[in-house]
């Protein structure tokens, strides 16, 4: 009962300490469906923020004046940016241990920039560089994690599972994403974004991530 309970709960809050030292301590009974229900819903946040900005970007674009070969060139460097920079920050994140870290801070610049958007919604070069650097901080360090933990933990079957529930917040979201922009406009779908992504950093937390990136 409610000493098991308490045993249990001990048991995980142990494991989230560094193990640099035990690399391969496996996480005791009870904690992996933990990491299992955190894992689904990162995912669901995720996947909720990406929804209510990627259908709108070119949208938001067009309607503040910029022509097809504009956007283009927009989308262009924007991607170049998401392709590169995931590769660095990845390679960083691996030679120094600090894998959360680099998460947080590329996640708060990835969201301000976002919502930095509709400050200036008609300047070119702003709408660039927010982009860009919105890509760039797109590093899919979070995906990397939780495959990671997950498959340290013994749940590896688990992953695909998890990132169905990203599939499913796009989906029914997507409608409220389009009354939403209708009713409000998309600025504000910008500024949706932010606290979003921002809400999957704490629940990153209760994944073990160093005992998991320490086992090799």
């Not at 308490?6 to 496996?26: F, N, Y």
Request: hydrophobic share 55%; net charge positive.
């Amino acid at each position: 009962g409610l000493v098991s309970a308490a045993r249990t709960s001990a048991m995980c809050a142990t494991s989230l300490e560094p193990a640099v030292d035990t690399p391969d301590a496996k996480p005791p009974p009870g904690c992996c469906m933990k990491y299992v229900v955190a894992a689904s819903l990162a995912f669901f946040l995720r996947f909720a923020a990406l929804g209510a900005v990627m259908p709108y970007i070119f949208l938001w674009l067009e309607d503040n004046g910029f022509d097809v070969q504009t956007r283009g060139l927009v989308g262009a460097l924007s991607s170049l940016a998401s392709f590169v920079a995931p590769l660095v920050f990845g390679a960083i994140a691996d030679a120094t241990g600090r894998h959360l870290l680099i998460l947080a801070l590329t996640t708060l610049v990835n969201a301000a920039a976002m919502a930095a958007l509709t400050l200036w919604p008609r300047t070119l070069w702003w709408q660039l560089l927010c982009l860009v650097v919105t890509g760039a901080c797109e590093t899919g360090l979070i995906d990397a994690i939780i495959i990671r933990t997950l498959a340290w933990s013994g749940m590896a079957s688990a992953a695909p599972r998890t990132r169905a529930f990203g599939a499913l917040s796009w989906v029914t979201l997507a409608p409220f994403y389009g009354w939403f922009a209708r009713e409000y406009g998309i600025a504000w779908l910008f500024k949706l974004y932010a606290p979003l992504t921002l809400a999957s950093l704490p629940i990153c937390l209760v994944l073990p991530v160093r005992q998991a990136y320490a086992a090799g």
